[in-house]
């Protein structure tokens, strides 16, 4: 299998990729820096046999991402896309906790949308993408109540963007949108849905909602399920655990769903 993979230079992506090349599927890095792996040996090892792939671009920048889906697809069609894209949290007294670019997820998420979609597929690529629990007033209200509070003043940047992620990936599957708000337009302009198909376009996906992630160790032991549950953290290794070594292999179980994950 080959994969096209943004957002996978550290933390969940960057595992996810590793279960991926172990399992002998091949891999097409999307990276700002085809350095970051220098250093790293497995990945060294991985370059040098022909199973991974690294081009750059940004994936905020349209052009970037269709030249690097273009490459991806020259010898032959990618069968899976993994989007785990998310941005590093910052604080200043004046505005809390935001991220730099407030809609980061939601506009890298766009232009792949889009780059995928003017390439014309023969078929449409399944696709994993990573979210987050929280984001939506369902999910919201089931969270424990300490989380409910962190997430309220700590992260509401994150998660506006994240909303208008879900809200792209949703049109994408299919689905009908579970909120009774559109996001902000500072994350989605309102006239977004000229830039796509009809919905159900992409209809082999599946978005994973974890629960607050922590660099803990891995378990292989954790909550999976399609319904909201209340769960307080999940660490990075145990969501690329059951992207890796469950969900890829059940994709056809779980496709077309929203799945959250967490302790």
């Known amino acids: 299998m080959k994969i096209f993979a943004m957002g996978a230079s550290k933390n969940i992506g960057y595992i996810v990729t590793q279960h991926f090349l172990a399992a002998g599927h091949s891999v097409v890095f999307l990276l700002r820096s085809t350095s970051a792996f220098d250093k790293d040996e497995t990945m060294q090892s991985y370059i040098q046999a022909g199973k991974v792939t690294l081009v750059k671009g940004d994936g905020l920048v349209k052009s970037d991402v269709e030249d690097a889906w273009s ?53 449409m690529p399944r696709l994993i993408a990573v979210s987050s629990t929280g ?52 994350v989605l302009p309102s006239d977004w849905k000229k830039d796509y198909p009809a919905a159900g376009f992409l209809p082999n996906m599946v978005v994973v909602r974890p629960a607050f992630l922590t660099d803990g160790r891995e378990t292989a032991t954790y909550k999976v399920s399609p319904d909201d549950f209340s769960s307080y953290t999940i660490s990075r290794r145990d969501v690329a655990h059951f992207i890796g070594k469950r969900l890829l292999p059940e994709f056809d179980t779980w496709s077309g769903s929203i799945v959250n994950v967490g302790y």
């Open 135 to 186: 984001i939506t007033k369902k999910s919201h209200d089931t969270l424990p109540f300490v989380m409910r509070q962190m997430y309220t003043y700590m992260l509401p940047s994150p998660h506006a963007d994240k909303l208008g992620l879900e809200r792209l990936l949703q049109h994408a599957m299919g689905r009908p949108w579970e909120e009774n708000v559109e996001p902000n337009e500072e």
């Open 71 to 123: 490459k991806a697809n020259q010898d032959r069609p990618v069968d899976l896309v993994l989007f785990t894209v998310g941005g590093a949290l910052k604080f200043q007294m004046s505005k809390g906790f935001f991220i730099e670019t407030p809609n980061l997820t939601t506009k890298c998420a766009s232009n792949l949308l889009q780059a995928i979609v003017a390439s014309n597929p023969r078929e």
